[in-house]
């Protein structure tokens, strides 16, 4: 659990979620609880690493978080089971970048200096004490299973996600770094963009410089090194700024704090309940920093 309070952060979570989220999906809804209010006990959810059952369960036990979330009565479980299923990932992402304005990423003078990098997120609870075990006693590794890939754009100085995406992996995602960049660039005017050698590619260079007007670092180390390259990739060969791209590790304290102090899970027995997990775990880590 981190160490910021259950009732700041609920306060946080629905401020955030009000500033994004209409009250009602829609004319004919029931009107017994609203959307901000199901987004801010979701992201409660995370920041707690609860069930939806044990959510409902701590709600009825505290009676101070629900006067914060402004709560009549306590959802029931399947109600937010149903709401975050048909939640849509943009309403996501506009909290996520309210969450990141309101840290004061927004209205600086020097552009945001960013890192792209991915990391697994474990679909379910298993222990890895037991997985262990397991293979101690058998001495065969487990079948291989697929798991889900957070890939995420940080603001290394501030140290908050401006845009996220997520999908099963293993998956090389080269091909979408463009967008992703995009995305966080509608949040705050990027000046430089780091990412490691997954994203290498002649193409995000060109993009990222000409698009957006940012630099790129990224190690060419694709190919062989007798290959011959050409444009910015054999610039990024023969003359790396290390220096420059030392700030890139910062994008992996994140992931640290995320897995450390939140989860690192993103529950679900189905990809898109996945997916969305992870997406609101990434809300939840910008509502914590806040």
């Not at 009549?72 to 975050?84: E, H, I, K």
């Amino acid at each position: 659990m981190a160490e910021v309070g259950l009732l700041p952060f609920a306060r946080t979570a629905l401020e955030v979620a009000t500033a994004v989220l209409p009250l009602y999906r829609s004319r004919f809804s029931k009107h017994q609880f609203t959307q901000p209010q199901l987004l801010a006990v979701l992201c409660l959810m995370r920041y707690e690493d609860w069930t939806f059952r044990e959510t409902e369960v701590r709600l009825r036990e505290h009676r101070e978080l629900r006067r914060v979330l402004q709560l009549g009565s306590v959802p029931d479980y399947t109600t937010l089971y149903r709401f975050l299923k048909r939640l849509d990932d943009k309403k996501i992402d506009q909290a996520l970048g309210e969450a990141a304005r309101r840290l004061g990423t927004v209205g600086r003078r020097r552009r945001a200096r960013v890192a792209v990098d991915a990391t697994g997120l474990a679909p379910g609870a298993v222990s890895t004490f037991f997985v262990r075990r397991m293979y101690h006693h058998t001495g065969q590794p487990l079948p291989w299973r697929h798991w889900l890939k957070w890939l995420v754009t940080v603001d290394v100085d501030r140290q908050v996600l401006l845009s996220q995406t997520a999908r099963r992996g293993p998956w090389n995602d080269c091909a979408n770094l463009p967008a992703l960049v995009e995305t966080a660039n509608q949040v705050v005017p990027i000046g430089v963009v780091l990412a490691d050698a997954e994203f290498d590619s002649e193409r995000n260079h060109t993009y990222i410089r000409q698009q957006l007007g940012a630099r790129s670092i990224i190690p060419a180390k694709r190919g062989k090194k007798t290959w011959r390259i050409h444009g910015v990739r054999a610039e990024m060969r023969h003359a790396f700024p290390r220096r420059q791209y030392a700030r890139r590790a910062l994008v992996e304290t994140v992931f640290s704090t995320i897995k450390r102090k939140l989860s690192s899970r993103a529950p679900g027995r189905s990809l898109p309940m996945q997916q969305r997990q992870a997406l609101l775990l990434g809300l939840t880590y910008n509502l914590y920093r806040l």
